[in-house]
């Protein structure tokens, strides 16, 4: 044999052995690299003082400890999303175990903060007159009348407020002259153009049948909570496209159901068309009100498997969020709550615009991954409120983050992000995401916005009866992005309830213009996609509600993009 | 070099070139073989292969244990805490505080001033020497010989009944029956915590460790108690599935609302609860129980932390130790009450290590330290474990 034969037949056979020696001491999986994503509270730089109100010099009750929501919207389409922050105020002294003994002179009330660019904000709030006489819990924003201006809804206990945008810079309560009457406790809204009609309709969740003279015994319990009292029915309003709305409530079947909302959402889970409802309640079974076509509504939320938590129970659901996890073109559904959590993956929706997407005999379901990925071991020892699911590093892939603190007592809690690794697998970087999300703070509602147009989509987080956080997106090593700001002609003009599928280099991803996400919050309107290193989008396709598909090519990466319904 | 004896050398380098291509050929064709061999070995079946070589047993600290009882100077031999001051010993029994120094005991009694004769929590003044002693009937002072006693009848004490006591500054923190409270030594001034004023939904605080930063209670019932020295702020810990014994995720969170005891050291959080024990390290928990570890048993009466990755836990089974990676158990046998000493590696691997002494039960209640050596107290005397290696 050649020595030369012999040398290689040595070192081949040694490396092979090497390499089976050494194979048990390879990990299955790579260790994920060393998140980008990082985070700062830029709330003293961006001016934004807002200080959330319990109404009360303690906390002792189930309203005081509901917590607030925001919105981020363009009231001024100035192309920068600006901020509105919802807020508790005394009330009666017989609605607080703890009243303040002396009034404030000014009572605390919500903001407006307008974005000026340079992520800096200047409150407006008595300009724009968005200052309602209310204990405020939540808001969502749309352009219900198609004017072009973003308005607002607000809900709080013992009614709602609609301002419509006067487009220049200033809202009206037009609220009776809409129509719209809520009593009891409105506690949060979203916006869907459920019959697909070209205006969007409007949904306000209901919690319970408060009554304030009921107290617990042991003062350890804290105060009376969500199942000590009533629940009560949610409300549909139907937009006339005339400025008034009207009541069908019971018409669609939605007032056939008796639970306990906190946060709502909308969207088309099942890829069929049409938007279904996702009511998250607090203590008893979720609903997923899935949309028939026809202006009504049949809840199949114990069939699908998004009614209870992990183990059966009846959970407390805070936030639900639709999105995308895996890249597969069908939604998925992210719910926090007062424990676990909820990750929930859509296991048998048909492709968008399939025929088998319209058959009512498909079986629809989500399955909890949860519980395998990591995800709701991490989040057990919580109670996780505002949520979002965003690329917060633009590799492409999803993440989540997730804002904590306890109910009962105001116990503040460190906040958790997960990086997204695809395929349904996460990872927790919270301990180096930067330490505003190690600060502890009793958080509630949260909203998500690339508020600096820079490609990076940061939060506003609601703490408890303290200062609010803004938490701004400081990632290194992003990858591309883009953002698409959508313009509905036949279709509603905000484009909600549009499917927006983005393709580069064999990759697709996809996402639905939502309104009310998360915990009593809305989220920025121009749609977010993180792209990785691809620098070229291949096709950008729009399908909108009015069943117009729209398709874009070769567009460039790094901008916001308006795209425009044709006529 | 000249061109004459470059051929007559010529040859012999020639030789030699043609000597080590032989010995390299040799070599290699070894390496071959050798290589072929152990991926053969690899491949065949097992019963065909030599036996593994048994894992190296990871070096565990070894005693040879002394133990002590009423049958030689012990007032009791169910002996509940244990500290070390020093050269001194103090002993909390059922029937008085016993000291042992210079090799011979001294007892204390409700006679001398002691508030009962049941001893549950001992702890040490560093700044003064005074010892504390938390009892069944009250809070005693032992300073240069002399004992005071606070109750709930004469002091701002929540209650008589002291399972834990923790000196910090010039603050005593007392876990009681009925909630806790804290002795400004300064001002004598007492600030009592219960379900009124802290997130204590059970009251039954069954043991405190107190810091300069964090003050931690362990309670009965009710999870961790945090208090944050700086900011006033209380926060509690809880078992994420509530109070089932069940664990529905690993590391979820603490692991079981039945707290026996807290030690917190190097901004390590350490807990023991009767069905398992945790480390948290502000962020995230770690839990440790019988089936994912090396302790003897879940039920846990002590754990007391040796730095922020090193810790003893006082179980129903045997006294353990955990390294960070590795765990030892030293014990009477549960079967024939010999010594026992076992080792688990960081794969699992169980190892016996001989040893011809171990504590005086496998019922621990409580160690402390002393230098290399470590005082253990058991429900059938006191054991002192002289370091040997």
Avoid at chain 1, 331 to 353: I, S
Avoid at chain 2, 277 to 303: A, E, I, M
Wanted: aromatic share 10%; with cysteine.
């Amino acid at each position: 044999m050649k020595f030369g034969v012999l040398l290689f037949l040595a070192v081949a056979s040694l490396s092979g052995a090497q390499a089976q020696l050494a194979a048990p001491q390879v990990p299955a999986t790579q260790a994920p690299q060393p998140s980008a994503i990082r985070f700062e509270d830029a709330s003293d730089a961006a001016g934004i003082n807002f200080v959330h109100s319990i109404g009360s010099a303690k906390l002792g009750s189930l309203i005081e400890d509901t917590g607030a929501g925001c919105v981020w919207f363009d009231y001024n389409n100035s192309g920068l999303p600006s901020l509105y922050v919802v807020n508790g105020r005394p009330m009666d002294d017989s609605m607080h175990p703890f009243p303040l003994s002396v009034k404030p002179a000014t009572p605390p009330h919500n903001h407006l903060y307008r974005n000026d660019g340079s992520g800096k904000f200047t409150d407006v709030t008595q300009k724009a007159g968005l200052n309602p006489d209310m204990y405020s819990f939540a808001v969502a924003a749309a352009d219900y009348d198609n004017d072009g201006n973003e308005d607002l809804l607000v809900t709080g206990y013992g009614k709602v407020v609609l301002y419509r945008n006067d487009g220049n810079g200033h809202f009206t309560d037009v609220t009776e002259k809409a129509g719209i009457k809520v009593d009891g406790w409105a506690i949060s809204s979203t916006w869907l153009d459920y019959d697909k009609d070209g205006c969007l309709d409007l949904f306000v969740g209901r919690y319970v049948k408060y009554d304030p003279k009921y107290k617990l015994f042991y003062a350890p319990d804290g105060y009376a909570g969500p199942l000590d009292f009533e629940g009560t029915t949610n409300m549909l309003f139907h937009n006339n496209c005339d400025g008034t709305f009207t009541d069908v409530t019971k018409k669609s079947g939605i007032g056939d159901y008796v639970g306990r909302t906190m946060g709502v959402t909308a969207a088309d889970f099942d890829n069929d068309g049409w938007d279904d409802i996702y009511v998250a309640n607090d203590r008893t079974e979720n609903f997923l009100f899935h949309n028939k076509h026809d202006g009504t509504f049949e809840e199949i939320a114990n069939d699908t498997g998004t009614a209870y938590g992990q183990n059966g129970e009846s959970t407390s659901s805070m936030g639900p969020v639709f999105a995308d996890l895996e890249g597969r073109g069908v939604l998925d559904l992210w719910v926090t709550d007062g424990r676990y959590n909820r990750l929930l993956h859509n296991t048998n929706a048909p492709a968008l615009g399939s025929s088998s997407a319209s058959e009512s005999a498909v079986k629809l379901g989500f399955e909890d991954l949860g519980a395998t990925n990591g995800v709701s071991q991490a989040n057990a020892q919580y109670a996780s409120w505002g949520t979002g699911v965003y690329d917060f590093d633009n590799d492409g892939l999803l993440d989540i983050l997730v804002f904590h603190g306890s109910l009962v007592q105001m116990i503040p809690e460190e906040h958790t992000v997960f990086r997204g690794l695809g395929g349904g697998k996460f990872a927790d970087v919270s301990s180096t995401a930067g330490p505003v999300l190690s600060e502890r703070t009793t958080a509630r509602g949260a909203c998500f916005a690339d508020y600096e147009n820079n490609g990076k989509v940061g939060a506003y987080v609601v703490n408890l009866g303290a200062k609010g956080t803004l938490v701004r997106n400081t990632s290194t090593n992003t990858g591309h992005w883009i953002a698409v700001k959508l313009v509905g002609t036949k279709s509603n003009r905000d484009g909600i309830g549009a499917r927006i599928e983005v393709d580069a280099a064999g990759k697709r991803w996809t996402a639905e213009r939502v309104a009310g996400s998360g915990y009593l919050s809305q989220d920025d309107g121009r749609v977010h996609f993180g792209l990785g290193a691809l620098s070229t989008i291949d096709k950008l396709t729009v399908k909108w509600p009015s069943g117009r598909e729209q398709t874009l090519e070769r567009l460039d990466v790094d901008r916001v993009l308006t795209v425009q319904e044709p006529q | 070099m000249n061109s004459s004896e470059t051929a007559t050398r010529a040859p012999e380098i020639l030789i030699w070139k043609d000597k080590m291509k032989k010995l390299l050929c040799r070599v290699l064709w070894m390496s071959v073989l050798a290589v072929a061999a152990v991926q053969f070995a690899a491949a065949a079946p097992a019963s065909n292969i030599a036996k593994p070589k048994a894992p190296a047993i990871p070096e565990m600290p070894r005693f040879r244990f002394e133990n002590f009882t009423t049958a030689n100077g012990l007032p009791n031999n169910h002996v509940f805490a244990v500290l070390v001051d020093g050269n001194r010993i103090w002993v909390g029994t059922e029937n008085g505080l016993a000291l042992y120094e210079n090799h011979a005991w001294k007892v204390f009694t409700t006679a001398d001033g002691l508030a009962h004769r049941a001893v549950l929590s001992l702890a040490l003044d560093k700044r003064t020497g005074d010892v504390w002693a938390g009892t069944m009937g009250g809070l005693s002072r032992i300073s240069a010989g002399r004992i005071d006693s606070y109750t709930q009848l004469n002091s701002g004490l929540s209650n008589d009944v002291v399972y834990g006591v923790s000196v910090e500054g010039e603050n005593v923190w007392v876990a009681t029956a009925a909630g806790a409270c804290r002795l400004d030594l300064h001002t004598g001034q007492w600030s009592l915590y219960n379900e009124r004023n802290t997130p204590m939904f059970e009251i039954w605080a069954y043991g405190v460790s107190a810091t300069p930063t964090k003050v931690y209670f362990a309670v009965w019932g009710s999870g961790v108690l945090e208090y944050d020295q700086k900011t006033g702020r209380w926060d509690r810990y809880d078992d994420p599935d509530g109070e089932n014994e069940v664990v529905v995720m690993k590391d979820q969170g603490l692991i079981h609302e039945i707290v026996s005891s807290v030690s917190y050291v190097d901004n390590i959080l350490w807990a023991s609860t009767y069905f398992g024990n945790s480390r948290y390290d502000g962020r995230y928990w770690h839990n440790f129980l019988k089936k994912d570890s090396g302790l003897p048993s879940n039920f846990t009466n002590q754990v007391k932390g040796v730095d922020g990755k090193r810790a003893w836990f006082s179980t129903d089974k045997g006294l353990a130790y955990y390294d960070g990676v590795n765990w030892a158990v030293y014990r009477p046998s549960l079967s024939t009450g010999k010594p026992e000493m076992t080792v688990r590696d960081a794969e699992g691997h169980v190892t016996p290590v001989p040893v011809t002494t171990a504590p005086a039960h496998n019922y621990i209640l409580g160690v402390d330290f002393q230098g290399g050596d470590i005082w253990v107290a058991t429900a059938k005397g006191l054991s002192h474990g002289i370091r040997e290696k």
